[in-house]
C-alpha cells in the first residue's frame, strides 16, 4: 500500500499533497491546535476516551443517522479501518443523537460491524460550528477530520471519502511523518 511506502518520501514534501473527492477537497486548518483527550461514551454506555496516539495518525468522521451520504462513507470508512489495521487510528461518532438502540439499528442496517462507534452525548467533540468549547466543527454531513501523528487538528474534509485512494494515502503518509 502507498502509505508504508511513502512515508520518507512524505518527509521531504514542502506541505500536504492535495486530495480531493468529486466535491470537496482536503481543507487544512491553519493554526493547526491540540485534540488532546475527549470524554465520550462506547455503545454500551461506558465512558470512553478518545485522544490521539503519539506517531500514529487519527481519523475522526462525523456523521448522522438521516444523512444519505454517511450510508455510502461509513462502509467505506470501516473497509479503510479493516485495511489499515493498527496503522491509523479511526473513530465514527454519530452527531445527532444519543440513542445506543438508534445508533445500533442504523449501523445493523447499514452492515457494519467492526467500525468503532463512540458517542458524544455532551458535544464535548463536536457540535454547530457557533460553539467554541468543541475542539470540532460540523460543517456538514459527513465530515472527516484528521489529527496529525503528533496529536494536531490538521484539517477536514466533507462528503464520503476513499480513504484507500493513492492520493489519500499520499495525505495519510505526509501526516504520519508529520511527528
Not at 452525548?121 to 468543541?134: E, F, K, Q, V, Y
Amino acid at each position: 500500500m502507498p502509505f508504508l511506502d511513502e512515508r520518507g518520501s512524505a518527509q521531504q514534501r514542502g506541505g500536504p499533497p492535495t486530495f480531493e473527492t468529486a466535491r470537496y477537497q482536503f481543507t487544512l486548518l491553519r493554526p493547526s491546535v491540540d485534540l488532546g483527550t475527549v470524554q465520550l461514551t462506547d455503545l454500551k454506555g461506558k465512558a470512553a476516551r478518545l485522544m490521539p496516539i503519539q506517531g500514529k495518525v487519527l481519523l475522526i468522521n462525523l456523521w448522522a443517522t438521516w444523512c444519505d451520504a454517511c450510508r455510502v462513507d461509513l462502509p467505506m470508512l470501516e473497509r479503510f479501518h479493516t485495511a489499515m489495521g493498527n496503522k491509523v487510528s479511526v473513530a465514527a461518532v454519530p452527531t445527532d443523537t444519543s440513542d445506543r438502540d438508534k445508533i445500533r439499528s442504523f449501523l445493523d442496517r447499514i452492515s457494519l460491524r467492526c467500525l468503532p462507534v463512540l458517542l458524544d452525548p455532551d458535544r464535548r467533540l463536536a457540535s454547530p460550528s457557533g460553539n467554541a468549547t468543541a475542539p470540532l466543527a460540523v460543517y456538514g454531513m459527513p465530515i472527516t477530520y484528521l489529527i496529525d501523528a503528533s496529536g494536531r487538528i490538521a484539517g477536514y474534509i466533507l462528503g464520503s471519502t476513499d480513504w484507500l485512494s493513492e492520493d489519500a494515502q499520499r495525505l495519510l503518509a505526509y501526516y504520519a511523518a508529520s511527528d
